[in-house]
């Protein structure tokens, strides 16, 4: 007998859906672990091989597919609990993520106060460079300014950086360079940039989705460091899928290359590869590989862009 089984971690309880090549099908629930979530996630496996008198190991043999969702990243953004981040940005502009859209939701309220951004403003770090709505270079990006703003977030304890520049999505050679200073300066640091998270036009819209990608990479990556030392261990990490917000599934190992955000740039052609070559069943390998780009963490992480 073979078995599927989908799995949606949440902040109280862990459920899981099983289906048996005969046809059955069998829900489980179980606590969920805020600590470290993947043991919730063995603990649900552990109870289903325990109801059909197998071992976990013996359970991960028969699994021909684990397609696995969570909520990781949204109860960090709503609790304030997630990275300790800093944002480089142009010039000009480091108080988008205050001014948003432009939108007031209580226009005739002049008590109203907006959502107090992830970032806050002394964490806000403006740099001279301009391209224009083109790509084309206006002004120099100031690389001493970037290294200036990289070593004052050093000093202040950042863990996590976020790169915007405005019309980077036109050319991504300021944040490219920014971003290569970014890591000579913070090795460690989370590393988010947005002409690799979010090339679109709008730039608050760009502003926020990189931010918040900054914000929750690290709590994203522990966890998927953690479930997938779980799953190898029992033998069931190659049959892994995550679940995506924007519909669809990507196959595990793009879901850890994003996470780790330790290469920009190189995220999209490492991922097709890992996935061509993985054990994915063959329709996960084609609805990830006709995806539109690699999945950022606040898709993989079902979370919000702002």
Known sequence: M?????????GTFTDLFLWSSDGGVETYKTLSTPEDPSSGVLDGLREIAGVHDLTVEDLAGQITTIVHGTTVTTNPTLTRSGARTGLITTEGVRDALEMRRGIREEQYNNRFRNVVPLIPRHARIAVRGRLDYRGVEIEPLDLAGVRRAARLLKADGHEAIAICFMNAFANS?????AAEVVKAELPDAYLSVSSEV??????YNRVSTTAINAYLGPILRDYFE????????I????????????????????AMIRASAANPGSCEAVSESQIATSSVPPVVRKASL??????SITRIGHSIAS
Request: cysteine-free; aromatic content about 4%; overall charge positive.
């Open 226 to 233: 953690s479930l997938t030392s779980k799953l190898t261990a």
């Open 173 to 177: 050679a300021h944040e490219r360079a």
């Open 2 to 10: 073979s078995f599927k089984i989908g799995i949606d971690v949440g």
């Open 198 to 203: 979010l090339p679109t036009v709008r730039f």
């Open 235 to 254: 033998g069931a990490m190659t049959r892994t899928v995550a679940a995506l917000l924007r519909k669809g599934v990507t196959a595990m190992a793009t």
């Open 290 to 295: 006709t995806g539109m780009r690699a999945p």
